[in-house]
């Protein structure tokens, strides 16, 4: 098992996986850091080993008519060699018919080092179907993962399933995963096998995640109790707090620090580990101050219309969008429906409504706050519209 590569990996995974996670809005972002990795020596009694480790991330998303394409890439860099290359690729479709529908099918690689001959690599791909509503959702997904390391080969298949729901400016989370896993040498470096001997093993995890949002800035704490069914059962507990600090619309700063339970989909050891970073938006578009400080959703409803006699005439549809912001923001919609005018949002029950009949068809719509840019509802697609802002792609059948 090499000593550097798999805990620079798991760290350089962990930085990926918050930038794929955001779904923000800039074009081209970098993020680069410092982290601090332990895991447990293999040979010793309660050993740890300790690592350091620089750390690069890039992150580009491009909006397609109906889809989003979202790529991330990592380099980690150790104090002797280059230790570890990321990459993920995801596509991100909502369904025609059903908005509240979309499914993201997504491949990735890696590489455990550049430079050291036999350390080996991974390659995985998975699909999820997501289930969006205004205030809560859920989740179904399955994957597929391969990893040779040191020349023994090995596979993984896993399943997920989750819920989610937001109370304003809390959102929290519980899942439930399995894995089943042919990579032991994966298992035994975490003390979880007491022979380097050939098994299979299962993996049962519980995971609870709560986020705080104030504005640009959010607080993030997840908790695991993971059930190891390998010669026995065992079980492992798993507690990891992050964080990220906007400074202005172009820089922000991120942080984690925690344990990271081993990964075999993606091949990546147990460890502890405290990261710290910063990120900077290079491309034309900012940070996303404004989809972090503003949630907004669109949802089409249908509506029974009658005459002045009490006749039922043919139902229209009713689009309702709800933005989640300030009392005192000035909040406006504007779209194809309405030739682009922007119609004022109302201040309903601690959020902003509007409800306007819409027609067959494909539409395309924007919310602002003040005086800031356009943005699409978060469960759109989203569409560049070349002047520093965007519009959701919206399909009324």
Same mark, same amino acid.
């Given at each position: 098992?090499?000593?550097r590569?798999?805990?620079l990996?798991?760290?350089?995974?962990?930085?990926?996986?918050?930038?794929?996670?955001?779904?923000?809005?800039p074009?081209?972002?970098?993020?680069?850091?410092?982290?601090t990795?332990?895991?447990?020596?293999?040979?010793?009694v309660?050993?740890?080993?300790?690592?350091?480790?620089?750390?690069?991330?890039?992150?580009?998303r491009?909006?397609?008519?109906?889809?989003?394409?979202?790529?991330?890439?990592?380099?980690t860099?150790?104090?002797?060699?280059?230790?570890?290359?990321?990459?993920?690729?995801?596509?991100?479709t909502?369904?025609?018919?059903?908005?509240n529908?979309?499914?993201?099918v997504?491949v990735?690689?890696?590489s455990?080092?550049?430079?050291?001959?036999?350390?080996?690599?991974?390659t995985?791909?998975?699909?999820?179907q997501?289930?969006?509503?205004?205030?809560?959702?859920?989740?179904?997904?399955?994957?597929?993962?391969r990893?040779?390391?040191?020349?023994v080969?090995?596979?993984?298949t896993s399943a997920?399933l989750g819920?989610w729901?937001?109370?304003r400016?809390?959102?929290?989370?519980? #899942?439930?995963?399995? =894995?089943h @896993?042919?990579?032991?040498? /994966? %298992?035994? +470096?975490? !003390?979880?096998?007491? *022979?380097?001997?050939?098994?299979?093993?299962?993996?049962?995890?519980?995971?609870?995640?709560?986020?705080?949002?104030?504005?640009?800035h959010?607080?993030?704490?997840?908790?695991?109790?993971?059930?190891v069914?390998?010669?026995?059962?065992?079980?492992v507990?798993?507690?990891?707090? #992050?964080?990220?600090? =906007?400074? @202005?619309?172009?820089?922000? /700063? %991120?942080? +984690?620090? !925690?344990r990271?339970l *081993?990964d075999?989909?993606?091949?990546?050891p147990q460890?502890?580990?405290?990261?710290?970073?910063?990120?900077?938006?290079?491309?034309?578009?900012?940070?996303?101050?404004?989809?972090?400080?503003?949630?907004a959703?669109?949802?089409?409803?249908?509506?029974?219309?009658?005459?002045? #006699?009490?006749?039922?005439?043919?139902?229209?549809?009713?689009?309702?969008?709800?933005?989640?912001?300030?009392?005192? *923001?000035a909040?406006?919609v504007?779209g194809?429906f309405?030739?682009?005018e922007?119609?004022?949002?109302?201040w309903?029950?601690?959020?902003w409504?509007?409800?306007?009949?819409?027609?067959?068809?494909?539409?395309?719509?924007?919310?602002?706050?003040?005086n800031?840019?356009?943005r699409?509802?978060?469960?759109?697609?989203r569409?560049?519209?070349?002047?520093?802002?965007?519009?959701?792609?919206?399909?009324?059948?």
């Amino acid at each position: 098992m090499p000593r550097r590569g798999p805990p620079l990996a798991l760290a350089a995974l962990v930085l990926l996986g918050r930038a794929v996670g955001a779904q923000s809005d800039p074009v081209l972002r970098l993020d680069a850091g410092l982290a601090t990795i332990q895991q447990p020596a293999i040979g010793t009694v309660r050993g740890r080993e300790t690592s350091d480790a620089a750390l690069l991330a890039a992150f580009w998303r491009r909006p397609l008519e109906r889809s989003t394409l979202l790529t991330s890439g990592n380099l980690t860099y150790a104090r002797d060699s280059l230790a570890a290359i990321q990459g993920v690729a995801v596509l991100s479709t909502p369904w025609r018919r059903e908005p509240n529908l979309r499914t993201d099918v997504g491949v990735a690689g890696a590489s455990f080092s550049l430079r050291s001959a036999g350390t080996g690599g991974n390659t995985n791909a998975f699909v999820r179907q997501h289930v969006v509503r205004p205030d809560d959702g859920g989740w179904v997904g399955g994957a597929m993962g391969r990893t040779r390391r040191d020349g023994v080969p090995s596979a993984t298949t896993s399943a997920d399933l989750g819920l989610w729901r937001r109370w304003r400016f809390l959102y929290g989370s519980a #899942s439930v995963a399995y =894995q089943h @896993s042919t990579d032991w040498l /994966l %298992l035994y +470096t975490t !003390g979880e096998l007491d *022979a380097r001997a050939e098994a299979d093993y299962d993996l049962v995890d519980l995971q609870l995640v709560l986020q705080a949002r104030g504005g640009p800035h959010d607080v993030t704490v997840s908790w695991t109790r993971r059930r190891v069914f390998a010669d026995g059962p065992a079980s492992v507990p798993a507690l990891q707090g #992050s964080g990220t600090f =906007q400074l @202005s619309d172009r820089v922000a /700063l %991120l942080a +984690t620090v !925690g344990r990271q339970l *081993a990964d075999p989909m993606r091949g990546l050891p147990q460890a502890d580990l405290a990261m710290a970073a910063v990120r900077v938006s290079l491309g034309p578009q900012p940070l996303p101050v404004m989809p972090r400080a503003v949630v907004a959703e669109a949802v089409v409803h249908t509506e029974v219309v009658t005459d002045s #006699s009490g006749a039922t005439m043919a139902p229209r549809a009713l689009l309702e969008i709800r933005v989640e912001a300030s009392d005192t *923001a000035a909040v406006t919609v504007a779209g194809s429906f309405s030739q682009w005018e922007p119609i004022p949002l109302r201040w309903e029950e601690g959020v902003w409504i509007a409800r306007v009949p819409i027609a067959r068809g494909t539409h395309r719509l924007g919310v602002r706050v003040g005086n800031g840019p356009w943005r699409a509802p978060r469960n759109l697609a989203r569409v560049r519209d070349g002047f520093g802002g965007e519009s959701g792609l919206l399909v009324v059948p």
